[in-house]
């Protein structure tokens, strides 16, 4: 997986060499603001309507009427790299069951996004398979979303670099996940591709005109550099411009909007109650894996970190596990919040580590059946993924197009 936030990138700290010289920085943030508006007032159709890009795949987009059923659309993927923890579930997989059956959904294994650090080609391989077979577990319908490989799509590399070309560097400096990832690996093993994959993220949402990211807590800052990626590339180059070389002017590039679910958006591990539960824990006792058997989890469970206060309630600063588990539990029974708090205000870790871990057991066994069922049914699952990605490069391609022409480039 709004945030209709004008973010830190607006200052600008590095322009493009395309800034003319007679324009000052003040001024160009103002003309740039100026213009985004224009651009935004031009892309309204004579009703008022504003446009709604994602109707066509091929041509230019046309107003969206107020009897019309076209559905927004939205896009999310997730890493294939480890084992799809409860934390990619609970956070993303599981709210994109719901979203299907009201937008248009394209949900893609990230793969591209696996290599910015060393990894093991054959897990790669091995991993990407399982993430789909995961996604289909899970209950993505493929006949109301598209699934696919995001490197099957050869439109996200090709408008990554189109993109590169007007991101600041100053602007990827400042991303936090890089500064920690950086860190932990060492200058020898960090590579290029993990200082500039947020503007990969960025081609991945921008290819599909989409309406919606969902995003996790941990992925604002990376939402907020594609939305001002849009901005920016839309002002450089989208309405007369455009228009001037043959185009159909207004926005290149739809502004997304990012979709942050309520609950779950960031589970937390198990061994500590302060940081994300992830795939790149060292400790695999930190995070519940889809595919762990029984008796793992309840393992996991019995083990996991606790504290000693007396009962059990939400939303205490100084009881972040109690917090995470009570939560977890929320999600997994499908139970309100208050009707959680009531059932265990007066419960013991004794009490509730087995409640939790029979809904855990319970909630996991179906999606571990049909997993099996898909994994060994190769071609039912190739047919699956090159289906998904024929269906996203019509729209993607569509987007490219339009972007190499706004930019100059001699078109075949």
Not at 72 to 81: A, F, N
Not at 106 to 127: M, N
Not at 196 to 218: H, K
Not at 368 to 392: H, P
Request: aromatic letters at 8%; a positive charge; one cysteine or more.
């Amino acid at each position: 997986m709004g945030r209709a936030i004008l973010s830190q990138f607006l200052l600008l700290s590095n322009c493009p060499p395309r800034l003319p010289s007679s324009l000052s920085l003040t001024g160009f943030r103002r003309e740039y603001l100026r213009s985004s508006l224009l651009i935004r007032r031009n892309s309204r159709c004579a009703t008022g309507l504003r446009c709604n890009c994602s109707v066509s795949l091929s041509e230019p987009a046309a107003p969206e009427s107020s009897s019309s059923s076209v559905k927004k659309r939205i896009v999310s993927g997730v890493q294939p790299t480890g084992s799809i923890h409860l934390g990619n579930y609970l956070g993303a997989i599981k709210n994109w069951i719901a979203l299907q059956n009201t937008y248009e959904t394209l949900f893609f294994i990230v793969d591209l996004h696996a290599i910015t650090l060393p990894y093991d080609t054959q897990q790669l391989l091995r991993a990407t398979r399982d993430t789909a077979a995961i996604y289909l577990a899970c209950g993505v319908d493929t006949s109301k979303a598209s699934v696919f490989v995001q490197s099957h799509v050869r439109a996200h590399v090709e408008l990554m670099w189109l993109l590169s070309s007007a991101t600041p560097i100053g602007w990827l400096n400042r991303m936090i996940q890089f500064k920690e990832k950086s860190r932990k690996a060492g200058d020898e093993n960090v590579g290029v591709a993990l200082l500039t994959y947020p503007v990969l993220m960025a081609s991945d949402i921008l290819l599909y005109q989409s309406d919606f990211v969902p995003v996790g807590e941990d992925q604002k800052q990376h939402m907020e550099l594609t939305r001002e990626l849009a901005e920016r590339i839309n002002y450089l180059y989208g309405g007369r411009k455009w228009k001037k070389l043959g185009g159909r002017g207004g926005a290149i590039f739809k502004v997304p909007e990012p979709l942050i679910p309520p609950v779950g958006a960031r589970v937390m591990s198990l061994t500590d109650g302060l940081a994300k539960m992830s795939k790149s824990a060292a400790s695999d006792q930190s995070r519940i894996n889809l595919l762990d058997p029984k008796d793992v989890i309840a393992n996991k469970i019995k083990r996991c970190r606790t504290d000693s206060f007396s009962g059990l309630e939400f939303d205490n600063p100084e009881r972040p596990e109690c917090n995470n588990l009570l939560s977890v539990y929320q999600l997994i029974s499908g139970k309100t919040k208050e009707e959680v708090k009531q059932e265990c205000q007066d419960m013991n870790w004794g009490m509730f580590k087995p409640l939790l871990t029979d809904a855990l057991i319970d909630h996991l066994h179906p999606i571990q059946v049909r997993y099996g069922e898909i994994i060994s049914d190769s071609a039912y699952l190739d047919r699956v993924l090159e289906e998904g990605a024929t269906k996203a490069a019509e729209i993607a391609d569509a987007t490219l197009n339009n972007a190499y022409q706004a930019m100059g480039f001699l078109r075949g």
